[in-house]
Nanobody, 126 residues
């Protein structure tokens, strides 16, 4: 069973950092490809980053919009996937969601992912 819960969002000033967590109380996330998406105010959900499961080599993939500032990683002992976000900018303001799917591949569209959390709010305000 996969039941994803995001945490770690908050209100920060530009230039600061946040680390978002996506945890699962059921099956181990190491068997799943996990992705982060975000929904900025008034916009569609957009891809942020993905991490393939162990079968896919635990490879990270990023959107060109935030590549270099964000890092996705996995902690199998905690059964969690993290999104480290550095040098945050006002345009990073959004609700951040994690999604998961079985298999060894990744895609940058939300329909590919079968399981979703409820989201965590990130606000970057001067």
């Amino acid at each position: 069973q996969v039941h994803l819960v995001e945490s770690g969002g908050g209100l920060v000033q530009p230039g600061n950092s946040l680390r978002l967590s996506c945890s699962n109380s059921g099956r181990t996330l190491s068997d799943y490809t996990v992705a982060w998406f975000r929904r900025p105010p008034g916009k569609e959900r957009e891809f942020v980053a993905a991490l393939t499961g162990a079968g896919g080599g635990d490879k990270a993939h990023y959107s060109n919009l935030n590549k270099g500032r964000f890092t996705i990683s996995r902690d199998n002992a905690q059964n969690a996937v993290y999104l480290q976000m550095n040098n945050l900018m006002p345009e990073d303001t959004a609700v951040y969601y994690c999604g998961a799917t079985g298999g060894d591949y990744w895609r940058d569209y939300e329909a590919y992912y079968h399981y979703w959390g409820q989201g965590t709010q990130v606000a970057v305000i001067s």
